[in-house]
């Protein structure tokens, strides 16, 4: 992923930080926090549970809670948000 950013110039952007969406497949707590600090790129996506470095755990949300119910985390000093909210299931 950051190769491609690095080989499409998205990286320095005069005019602010850009936003990427990603998809499960790609989104990791370790890459959004390497483009935000190094690329100046805010990410969002949804992230698996069973991912290296997910405070999953903590996330835990118990089996009697109704559909949107959420809990989230944060880090203040890097300006990152984790939640995980029950719709039909655990997101």
């Known amino acids: 992923m950051a190769n491609s950013?690095?080989?499409?110039?998205?990286?320095n952007d005069r005019d602010g930080?850009?936003?990427m969406f990603m998809e499960n497949r790609y989104a990791a707590p370790q890459l959004f926090v390497l483009m935000l600090?190094?690329?100046?790129?805010?990410?969002?996506?949804?992230?698996?549970?069973?991912?290296?470095?997910?405070?999953?755990?903590?996330?835990?949300?118990?089996?009697?809670?109704?559909?949107?119910?959420?809990k989230r985390l944060l880090d203040r000093r890097l300006g990152m948000v984790t939640a995980r909210w029950r719709d039909s299931k655990d997101l």
């Not at 950013?5 to 990286?11: C, E, M």
């Not at 600090?37 to 809670?65: M, Q």
């Open 5 to 11: 950013i690095l080989k499409a110039r998205i990286d």
């Open 37 to 70: 600090t190094n690329y100046n790129i805010r990410t969002v996506g949804i992230c698996r549970a069973n991912r290296v470095g997910f405070e999953s755990e903590a996330l835990k949300l118990p089996k009697e809670e109704i559909r949107g119910t959420y």
């Open 17 to 19: 930080c850009r936003h």
